[in-house]
Protein backbone atom coordinates (compact mmCIF):
# COMPACT_ATOMS: atom_id res chain seq x y z
CA UNK A 1 0.00 0.00 0.00
CA UNK A 2 1.55 2.93 -1.40
CA UNK A 3 2.02 6.09 1.20
CA UNK A 4 2.39 9.72 0.44
CA UNK A 5 2.77 12.89 2.67
CA UNK A 6 2.09 16.49 1.86
CA UNK A 7 4.34 19.10 4.06
CA UNK A 8 4.41 22.02 4.32
CA UNK A 9 0.95 23.34 3.38
CA UNK A 10 0.41 26.87 3.51
CA UNK A 11 -3.55 26.16 4.51
CA UNK A 12 -5.05 23.24 4.69
CA UNK A 13 -8.73 23.67 4.45
CA UNK A 14 -12.28 21.82 4.66
CA UNK A 15 -11.61 19.82 8.12
CA UNK A 16 -15.01 18.63 9.18
CA UNK A 17 -16.45 15.23 9.97
CA UNK A 18 -20.15 16.53 9.91
CA UNK A 19 -22.44 13.63 8.74
CA UNK A 20 -25.33 15.68 7.33
CA UNK A 21 -25.47 19.34 4.92
CA UNK A 22 -24.19 22.54 6.17
CA UNK A 23 -26.41 24.95 6.66
CA UNK A 24 -26.53 28.97 7.65
CA UNK A 25 -23.63 29.55 9.53
CA UNK A 26 -21.61 26.18 9.37
CA UNK A 27 -21.91 26.45 5.74
CA UNK A 28 -19.93 29.93 6.28
CA UNK A 29 -17.75 28.13 7.98
CA UNK A 30 -14.55 26.42 6.58
CA UNK A 31 -11.89 24.86 9.85
CA UNK A 32 -8.36 25.41 8.31
CA UNK A 33 -5.00 24.55 9.64
CA UNK A 34 -1.61 26.90 8.70
CA UNK A 35 1.69 25.48 8.24
CA UNK A 36 0.17 22.00 8.00
CA UNK A 37 0.94 18.38 6.30
CA UNK A 38 -1.19 15.09 5.27
CA UNK A 39 -0.54 11.85 5.51
CA UNK A 40 -1.86 9.50 2.68
CA UNK A 41 -2.01 5.18 3.14
CA UNK A 42 -3.27 3.85 -0.05
CA UNK A 43 -6.61 5.90 -0.88
CA UNK A 44 -7.15 7.53 2.42
CA UNK A 45 -5.99 10.08 4.42
CA UNK A 46 -4.47 8.91 7.48
CA UNK A 47 -3.72 11.52 9.40
CA UNK A 48 -3.08 15.36 8.92
CA UNK A 49 -2.04 18.30 11.87
CA UNK A 50 0.69 20.97 12.06
CA UNK A 51 4.06 20.91 10.38
CA UNK A 52 5.52 20.68 13.99
CA UNK A 53 3.32 17.54 15.34
CA UNK A 54 5.74 15.85 13.04
CA UNK A 55 8.79 15.46 14.70
CA UNK A 56 7.99 12.07 16.60
CA UNK A 57 6.73 10.31 13.61
CA UNK A 58 7.60 8.13 11.08
CA UNK A 59 6.89 9.48 7.55
CA UNK A 60 6.21 8.00 3.96
CA UNK A 61 9.63 8.43 2.11
CA UNK A 62 7.43 9.73 -0.81
CA UNK A 63 6.98 13.52 -0.67
CA UNK A 64 4.87 16.23 -1.59
CA UNK A 65 5.89 19.73 -0.84
CA UNK A 66 3.10 22.34 -0.95
CA UNK A 67 5.12 24.95 0.54
CA UNK A 68 2.85 28.68 -0.18
CA UNK A 69 0.33 26.37 -1.39
CA UNK A 70 -3.29 25.32 -0.28
CA UNK A 71 -4.53 22.11 0.14
CA UNK A 72 -8.61 21.23 0.40
CA UNK A 73 -11.32 18.43 -0.81
CA UNK A 74 -11.34 18.26 -4.39
CA UNK A 75 -14.90 19.14 -6.00
CA UNK A 76 -18.43 16.53 -6.27
CA UNK A 77 -19.85 17.65 -9.32
CA UNK A 78 -23.07 16.39 -8.35
CA UNK A 79 -25.64 17.39 -11.40
CA UNK A 80 -24.07 16.65 -15.05
CA UNK A 81 -25.47 14.89 -18.51
CA UNK A 82 -21.47 14.30 -19.50
CA UNK A 83 -22.52 11.58 -21.69
CA UNK A 84 -23.91 13.25 -25.14
CA UNK A 85 -23.58 13.55 -28.67
CA UNK A 86 -22.29 16.62 -30.68
CA UNK A 87 -22.39 20.10 -29.47
CA UNK A 88 -25.54 22.62 -29.88
CA UNK A 89 -23.78 25.89 -31.02
CA UNK A 90 -26.13 26.53 -33.66
CA UNK A 91 -28.59 27.17 -31.02
CA UNK A 92 -26.75 28.86 -28.77
CA UNK A 93 -26.83 31.61 -31.72
CA UNK A 94 -30.42 31.35 -31.68
CA UNK A 95 -30.35 32.54 -28.10
CA UNK A 96 -28.53 35.65 -29.18
CA UNK A 97 -31.08 36.13 -31.75
CA UNK A 98 -33.56 36.41 -28.78
CA UNK A 99 -34.91 32.80 -29.06
CA UNK A 100 -35.94 31.49 -25.71
CA UNK A 101 -35.15 27.98 -24.35
CA UNK A 102 -38.48 27.16 -24.55
CA UNK A 103 -39.02 28.43 -28.34
CA UNK A 104 -36.48 26.23 -29.12
CA UNK A 105 -37.52 23.36 -27.46
CA UNK A 106 -40.91 23.84 -29.34
CA UNK A 107 -39.61 23.73 -32.44
CA UNK A 108 -37.68 20.39 -32.56
CA UNK A 109 -34.45 21.78 -30.40
CA UNK A 110 -32.77 21.65 -27.31
CA UNK A 111 -33.38 18.15 -25.52
CA UNK A 112 -34.71 16.72 -28.37
CA UNK A 113 -31.49 17.78 -30.66
CA UNK A 114 -29.68 16.07 -28.62
CA UNK A 115 -31.60 12.68 -28.80
CA UNK A 116 -31.06 12.38 -32.46
CA UNK A 117 -27.45 13.03 -32.08
CA UNK A 118 -27.26 10.43 -29.18
CA UNK A 119 -29.41 7.79 -30.88
CA UNK A 120 -26.88 7.99 -34.52
CA UNK A 121 -23.67 7.75 -32.37
CA UNK A 122 -22.01 4.55 -31.22
CA UNK A 123 -21.32 3.71 -27.98
CA UNK A 124 -17.50 3.91 -28.53
CA UNK A 125 -17.63 7.70 -29.68
CA UNK A 126 -20.29 8.47 -26.34
CA UNK A 127 -17.49 6.65 -24.28
CA UNK A 128 -14.27 8.15 -25.66
CA UNK A 129 -16.17 11.42 -25.66
CA UNK A 130 -17.38 11.53 -22.32
CA UNK A 131 -13.55 10.24 -21.58
CA UNK A 132 -11.97 13.29 -22.45
CA UNK A 133 -13.99 15.26 -20.91
CA UNK A 134 -14.05 13.21 -17.45
CA UNK A 135 -10.46 13.53 -18.26
CA UNK A 136 -10.20 17.54 -18.44
CA UNK A 137 -12.97 17.45 -14.94
CA UNK A 138 -10.34 15.59 -12.93
CA UNK A 139 -7.86 18.17 -14.31
CA UNK A 140 -9.51 21.01 -13.19
CA UNK A 141 -9.86 19.29 -9.40
CA UNK A 142 -13.06 16.94 -9.45
CA UNK A 143 -12.93 13.71 -8.21
CA UNK A 144 -16.72 12.71 -7.76
CA UNK A 145 -19.10 13.18 -10.55
CA UNK A 146 -22.61 12.23 -11.07
CA UNK A 147 -23.82 11.85 -14.71
CA UNK A 148 -27.44 11.16 -15.67
CA UNK A 149 -29.14 9.63 -19.03
CA UNK A 150 -31.80 11.52 -20.89
CA UNK A 151 -30.75 12.08 -24.35
CA UNK A 152 -31.75 8.84 -25.52
CA UNK A 153 -35.30 8.70 -25.03
CA UNK A 154 -35.69 5.33 -26.36
CA UNK A 155 -34.80 2.09 -24.94
CA UNK A 156 -32.00 1.60 -26.51
CA UNK A 157 -30.50 4.88 -26.21
CA UNK A 158 -31.10 5.41 -22.66
CA UNK A 159 -29.42 1.77 -22.24
CA UNK A 160 -26.84 3.12 -23.98
CA UNK A 161 -25.73 5.54 -21.98
CA UNK A 162 -26.20 4.48 -18.85
CA UNK A 163 -23.28 1.64 -20.52
CA UNK A 164 -20.95 4.50 -20.99
CA UNK A 165 -21.62 5.56 -17.83
CA UNK A 166 -20.82 2.78 -16.57
CA UNK A 167 -18.12 1.98 -18.43
CA UNK A 168 -16.72 4.86 -17.20
CA UNK A 169 -16.78 4.05 -13.73
CA UNK A 170 -14.63 1.13 -14.59
CA UNK A 171 -11.76 3.01 -16.57
CA UNK A 172 -11.51 6.19 -13.72
CA UNK A 173 -10.31 6.41 -11.10
CA UNK A 174 -12.83 8.94 -9.68
CA UNK A 175 -16.23 8.12 -8.01
CA UNK A 176 -19.42 8.27 -10.52
CA UNK A 177 -22.84 8.07 -9.30
CA UNK A 178 -25.21 7.36 -12.20
CA UNK A 179 -28.77 8.66 -12.49
CA UNK A 180 -31.43 7.68 -15.14
CA UNK A 181 -33.27 10.83 -17.21
CA UNK A 182 -35.76 8.85 -19.39
CA UNK A 183 -38.22 11.69 -18.18
CA UNK A 184 -35.96 14.69 -19.73
CA UNK A 185 -38.61 14.97 -22.12
CA UNK A 186 -41.32 13.95 -24.41
CA UNK A 187 -39.71 12.16 -27.97
CA UNK A 188 -41.69 13.65 -31.07
CA UNK A 189 -43.42 10.37 -31.67
CA UNK A 190 -44.87 10.15 -28.43
CA UNK A 191 -46.57 13.92 -27.98
CA UNK A 192 -50.26 12.74 -28.45
CA UNK A 193 -49.28 9.53 -26.22
CA UNK A 194 -47.94 11.10 -23.36
CA UNK A 195 -49.04 8.21 -21.04
CA UNK A 196 -47.73 5.68 -23.62
CA UNK A 197 -43.75 7.20 -23.23
CA UNK A 198 -44.37 7.38 -19.28
CA UNK A 199 -45.16 3.91 -19.74
CA UNK A 200 -42.36 2.56 -21.92
CA UNK A 201 -39.97 4.17 -19.04
CA UNK A 202 -41.77 2.51 -15.98
CA UNK A 203 -42.20 -1.16 -17.70
CA UNK A 204 -39.62 -1.49 -20.21
CA UNK A 205 -36.60 0.79 -19.17
CA UNK A 206 -36.51 0.37 -15.11
CA UNK A 207 -36.93 -3.26 -15.57
CA UNK A 208 -33.79 -3.62 -18.08
CA UNK A 209 -31.80 -0.88 -15.97
CA UNK A 210 -32.49 -2.85 -12.99
CA UNK A 211 -31.33 -5.92 -14.24
CA UNK A 212 -28.07 -4.39 -15.76
CA UNK A 213 -27.53 -2.47 -12.75
CA UNK A 214 -27.01 0.71 -14.70
CA UNK A 215 -28.08 3.36 -12.31
CA UNK A 216 -28.20 4.86 -8.73
CA UNK A 217 -30.79 7.71 -8.79
CA UNK A 218 -34.02 8.31 -10.99
CA UNK A 219 -34.79 12.19 -11.89
CA UNK A 220 -37.61 13.50 -13.82
CA UNK A 221 -37.68 17.15 -15.84
CA UNK A 222 -40.53 18.36 -13.87
CA UNK A 223 -41.69 21.41 -15.65
CA UNK A 224 -44.14 23.05 -17.68
CA UNK A 225 -43.89 21.93 -21.16
CA UNK A 226 -42.20 18.42 -19.66
CA UNK A 227 -43.29 16.59 -17.18
CA UNK A 228 -46.20 17.35 -14.49
CA UNK A 229 -46.16 16.81 -11.05
CA UNK A 230 -48.57 14.15 -11.39
CA UNK A 231 -46.35 12.40 -13.77
CA UNK A 232 -43.23 13.01 -11.88
CA UNK A 233 -44.53 10.78 -9.39
CA UNK A 234 -45.51 8.04 -11.16
CA UNK A 235 -42.36 7.74 -12.63
CA UNK A 236 -40.36 8.25 -9.55
CA UNK A 237 -42.47 5.70 -7.63
CA UNK A 238 -41.57 3.04 -10.09
CA UNK A 239 -38.31 4.11 -9.71
CA UNK A 240 -38.25 3.98 -5.73
CA UNK A 241 -39.79 0.47 -6.12
CA UNK A 242 -37.06 -0.76 -8.07
CA UNK A 243 -34.42 1.00 -5.86
CA UNK A 244 -33.97 4.05 -7.27
CA UNK A 245 -33.94 7.06 -5.26
CA UNK A 246 -35.14 10.42 -6.95
CA UNK A 247 -32.89 13.75 -7.53
CA UNK A 248 -35.68 15.93 -9.36
CA UNK A 249 -35.29 18.83 -12.65
CA UNK A 250 -37.63 21.70 -10.38
CA UNK A 251 -38.16 25.39 -10.60
CA UNK A 252 -35.76 26.00 -13.65
CA UNK A 253 -38.37 27.59 -15.59
CA UNK A 254 -41.34 27.92 -13.30
CA UNK A 255 -42.49 27.74 -10.24
CA UNK A 256 -44.09 24.59 -10.81
CA UNK A 257 -44.49 22.91 -7.42
CA UNK A 258 -41.87 20.70 -8.16
CA UNK A 259 -39.75 21.68 -5.30
CA UNK A 260 -42.46 20.14 -3.02
CA UNK A 261 -43.38 17.33 -5.20
CA UNK A 262 -39.21 16.25 -4.39
CA UNK A 263 -39.76 16.81 -0.92
CA UNK A 264 -42.76 14.60 -0.91
CA UNK A 265 -40.96 11.77 -2.35
CA UNK A 266 -37.95 12.47 -0.01
CA UNK A 267 -35.62 12.84 -2.85
CA UNK A 268 -31.80 13.41 -2.39
CA UNK A 269 -31.53 16.84 -4.36
CA UNK A 270 -33.62 18.87 -6.54
CA UNK A 271 -32.03 20.97 -8.87
CA UNK A 272 -31.73 24.37 -10.51
CA UNK A 273 -34.13 25.90 -8.68
CA UNK A 274 -34.23 29.92 -10.57
CA UNK A 275 -37.35 30.52 -10.00
CA UNK A 276 -38.35 29.98 -6.35
CA UNK A 277 -41.12 31.18 -4.25
CA UNK A 278 -42.07 31.29 -0.16
CA UNK A 279 -43.82 28.07 -0.63
CA UNK A 280 -40.79 26.37 -2.39
CA UNK A 281 -38.37 27.47 0.11
CA UNK A 282 -40.36 26.90 3.16
CA UNK A 283 -40.93 23.15 2.08
CA UNK A 284 -37.43 22.51 1.36
CA UNK A 285 -35.52 24.07 4.68
CA UNK A 286 -37.98 21.60 6.57
CA UNK A 287 -36.72 18.63 4.74
CA UNK A 288 -33.61 16.38 4.03
CA UNK A 289 -33.63 17.55 0.72
CA UNK A 290 -30.46 19.56 -0.77
CA UNK A 291 -30.97 22.12 -3.10
CA UNK A 292 -28.46 21.86 -6.15
CA UNK A 293 -27.83 25.60 -7.81
CA UNK A 294 -26.59 25.47 -11.51
CA UNK A 295 -25.29 28.86 -11.94
CA UNK A 296 -24.14 28.57 -15.01
CA UNK A 297 -26.76 27.01 -16.41
CA UNK A 298 -28.98 30.72 -15.68
CA UNK A 299 -25.50 31.86 -16.83
CA UNK A 300 -25.53 30.58 -20.32
CA UNK A 301 -29.27 31.38 -21.07
CA UNK A 302 -29.41 34.77 -19.35
CA UNK A 303 -32.00 33.86 -16.80
CA UNK A 304 -32.25 35.28 -13.18
CA UNK A 305 -29.51 33.50 -10.91
CA UNK A 306 -31.23 31.22 -8.47
CA UNK A 307 -32.03 33.15 -4.92
CA UNK A 308 -29.12 31.45 -3.22
CA UNK A 309 -29.14 33.97 -0.04
CA UNK A 310 -32.29 33.59 0.68
CA UNK A 311 -32.22 30.19 0.65
CA UNK A 312 -29.14 29.83 2.94
CA UNK A 313 -30.36 32.74 5.04
CA UNK A 314 -33.68 30.72 5.76
CA UNK A 315 -31.96 27.22 6.33
CA UNK A 316 -31.80 25.01 2.93
CA UNK A 317 -29.07 22.66 2.42
CA UNK A 318 -27.48 24.07 -0.48
CA UNK A 319 -25.08 22.42 -2.95
CA UNK A 320 -23.76 23.81 -6.32
CA UNK A 321 -22.80 21.91 -9.53
CA UNK A 322 -21.94 22.18 -13.53
CA UNK A 323 -25.35 20.81 -14.95
CA UNK A 324 -22.36 20.00 -17.85
CA UNK A 325 -24.44 20.01 -21.19
CA UNK A 326 -24.44 21.06 -24.46
CA UNK A 327 -27.50 23.10 -24.51
CA UNK A 328 -27.41 25.07 -21.83
CA UNK A 329 -24.38 25.10 -19.47
CA UNK A 330 -21.52 23.44 -22.16
CA UNK A 331 -18.58 23.19 -19.42
CA UNK A 332 -17.16 21.04 -16.59
CA UNK A 333 -15.09 23.05 -14.67
CA UNK A 334 -15.86 23.65 -11.58
CA UNK A 335 -13.56 26.52 -10.43
CA UNK A 336 -16.06 28.67 -12.82
CA UNK A 337 -19.09 27.54 -11.01
CA UNK A 338 -17.57 28.67 -7.58
CA UNK A 339 -16.22 32.49 -8.64
CA UNK A 340 -20.08 32.32 -10.83
CA UNK A 341 -21.53 31.24 -7.47
CA UNK A 342 -20.05 34.13 -5.39
CA UNK A 343 -20.29 36.88 -8.35
CA UNK A 344 -23.95 36.09 -9.34
CA UNK A 345 -25.54 33.86 -6.51
CA UNK A 346 -23.77 36.49 -3.54
CA UNK A 347 -22.23 33.80 -2.01
CA UNK A 348 -19.35 33.55 0.41
CA UNK A 349 -16.21 31.92 -0.44
CA UNK A 350 -16.80 29.63 2.57
CA UNK A 351 -19.94 28.81 1.31
CA UNK A 352 -19.08 28.37 -1.83
CA UNK A 353 -16.05 25.55 -1.37
CA UNK A 354 -18.41 23.91 1.34
CA UNK A 355 -21.29 23.76 -1.39
CA UNK A 356 -18.73 22.68 -3.59
CA UNK A 357 -17.38 19.92 -1.82
CA UNK A 358 -19.15 18.20 1.23
CA UNK A 359 -22.27 19.70 0.52
CA UNK A 360 -22.04 18.05 -3.35
CA UNK A 361 -20.69 14.95 -1.64
CA UNK A 362 -24.24 14.65 0.70
CA UNK A 363 -25.81 15.30 -2.77
CA UNK A 364 -24.49 12.42 -4.42
CA UNK A 365 -24.80 10.32 -0.81
CA UNK A 366 -20.68 10.37 -0.42
CA UNK A 367 -20.75 12.25 2.68
CA UNK A 368 -19.01 9.18 4.31
CA UNK A 369 -16.16 8.66 1.90
CA UNK A 370 -15.60 11.99 0.84
CA UNK A 371 -16.27 15.80 0.44
CA UNK A 372 -14.00 16.75 3.31
CA UNK A 373 -10.53 16.88 5.01
CA UNK A 374 -11.49 13.33 7.82
CA UNK A 375 -9.31 10.48 9.07
CA UNK A 376 -10.18 7.90 7.09
CA UNK A 377 -12.12 9.34 3.75
CA UNK A 378 -10.82 8.96 0.76
CA UNK A 379 -7.89 10.94 -0.32
CA UNK A 380 -9.41 13.37 -2.75
CA UNK A 381 -7.57 16.56 -2.75
CA UNK A 382 -6.66 19.60 -4.55
CA UNK A 383 -3.32 21.18 -3.96
CA UNK A 384 -3.41 24.76 -5.47
CA UNK A 385 -0.74 26.98 -7.14
CA UNK A 386 0.54 29.47 -4.85
CA UNK A 387 -1.99 31.82 -3.81
CA UNK A 388 -2.67 34.31 -1.01
CA UNK A 389 -6.00 33.48 0.16
CA UNK A 390 -9.04 31.08 -0.36
CA UNK A 391 -10.69 34.24 -1.30
CA UNK A 392 -8.65 34.63 -4.33
CA UNK A 393 -9.93 30.90 -6.15
CA UNK A 394 -13.28 32.41 -6.91
CA UNK A 395 -12.12 36.10 -7.11
CA UNK A 396 -9.33 35.44 -9.79
CA UNK A 397 -11.57 33.75 -12.40
CA UNK A 398 -9.43 33.66 -15.52
CA UNK A 399 -6.96 31.96 -14.35
CA UNK A 400 -6.00 28.10 -13.67
CA UNK A 401 -5.04 27.89 -9.64
CA UNK A 402 -5.03 23.79 -9.32
CA UNK A 403 -1.66 22.20 -9.39
CA UNK A 404 -2.63 18.77 -8.88
CA UNK A 405 -5.82 16.89 -8.62
CA UNK A 406 -5.55 14.00 -5.76
CA UNK A 407 -8.24 11.32 -6.21
CA UNK A 408 -8.12 7.76 -4.18
CA UNK A 409 -4.20 8.71 -3.08
CA UNK A 410 -3.21 8.53 -6.68
CA UNK A 411 -1.94 11.64 -8.79
CA UNK A 412 -2.24 9.13 -11.99
CA UNK A 413 -5.94 8.54 -12.03
CA UNK A 414 -7.52 9.12 -15.25
Known amino acids: MASTIIT ?17 KDLATLHSIHNAYVIIEGEEIADFGRMEELKNKNTPSNKIDASGQTVLPAWC ?3 THLVFAGSREDEFVDKIRGLSYAEIAARGGGILNSARKLNEATEEQLFNDAYERLKEAAMSGTANIEIKSGYGLTLEGELKMLRVVKKLKNASRLTIKSTFLGAHSIPEEYKERRDAYISLITDEMLPAIQQEQLADYIDVFCEKGFFTNEETERICNAGIKRGLRPKIHANQLTSSGAVQTGVKLKAVSVDHLEVMDDEAINSLKHSETIGTLLPTAAFFLGMS ?9 EGCAIAIATDCNPGSSPGYNMNFVISLSCIGLKMLPEEVI ?10 MELQHQTGSITRGKKADLIITKAIPSLAYLPYSFSSNHIDKTIIKGDLHYI
Open 77 to 79: DSH
Open 8 to 24: NIRELTGINDATKPLRK
Open 354 to 363: NAATFNAACA
Open 305 to 313: YQPARKLID
